[in-house]
């Protein structure tokens, strides 16, 4: 509703109302630096009737989260930045729209919200490709919720300077190992007696130092430990990989090296 949401707690069934200016406060209380603006992400697919209301109903809430902000100081002694988030559905007007309007807010960095929620990945590049040419070039454009290390490469090239995924830890808890020489469904049997180490291309102490078949053990036995050296270990492959993009783009190698990469990271070991 406008004035916001409202949430039902699933400890004592108590209800909880979540408006632009209670989630600003509540940001600025954890410290955040960056503080998203508040949104509604509508699903896939939406009508385009649906998509216009809700886009709508973002920007009003948008405006709502600067004027809450404006009124309120920093609380630590650093600024906090707000991010406005793009939103429109699969709908090229309604797209560029918005980006319009936030970019009209002239906000320090620009989200874009509401892809990767269950469209086709072409359509997920498609309007990525179109937020971002549609947004200022001169600040961060932070695309969200995104994605597997492939769609991190191929959005950078789409102009996307920023991303935030689940990916890393809940695939790496499930037993997906993301590495520089592949990707490893590390519970199949294969992995039993292999005593190499999980990653030897990447420079981090634990993907040298325990053997794939040792994270196998961890898994199979049900250890905690499996969970957390595989959600490590997906994270410092996700850390690598960027610092190398960015490596790439300042040697002028990006599209080159991407291509490379490309090829191998995304082989099913």
């Not at 981090?204 to 196998?216: G, I, L, P, T, V």
């Amino acid at each position: 509703k406008e004035e916001g949401v409202v949430f039902q707690s699933h400890i004592d069934g108590s209800k909880h109302l979540f408006s632009p200016e209670s989630v600003m406060d509540i940001q600025r209380s954890i410290g955040a630096d960056i503080i998203m603006a508040f949104d509604e992400c509508p699903p896939y697919p939406s009508d385009y009737g649906y998509a216009k209301k809700s886009m709508e109903l973002t920007h009003r809430w948008l405006t709502r989260c600067f004027d809450r902000l404006a009124d309120t100081p920093d609380k630590y002694g650093y600024t906090q930045n707000l991010f406005p988030i793009v939103q429109g559905g699969t709908y090229p007007d309604l797209r560029k729209a918005s980006c319009e309007f936030v970019a009209s807010k002239n906000a320090v960095g620009n989200a874009i919200g509401g892809l990767s929620v269950g469209e086709p990945e072409e359509m997920m590049y498609e309007y990525t490709a179109l937020c971002a040419s549609n947004l200022p070039i001169n600040k961060p454009r932070y695309l969200m919720g995104v994605g597997t290390p492939w769609n991190l490469l191929e959005c950078i090239d789409l102009g996307i300077d920023m991303f935030d995924c689940v990916m890393p830890t809940r695939n790496g808890r499930n037993g997906m190992l993301f590495t520089t020489q592949g990707v490893i469904n590390i519970r199949n049997k294969k992995w039993a007696k292999d005593f190499s180490p999980i990653d030897p291309g990447l420079p981090a102490e634990h993907s040298q130092y325990y053997s794939k078949a040792y994270m196998r053990h961890l898994f199979v036995a049900g250890e905690i430990l499996g969970l957390q050296l595989a959600s490590i270990q997906n994270l410092s492959f996700y850390l690598w990989l960027m610092k190398e993009a960015r490596s790439n783009i300042i040697s002028g190698n990006f599209v080159s090296w991407k291509k490379e990469t490309l090829e191998i990271i995304k082989r099913r070991l």
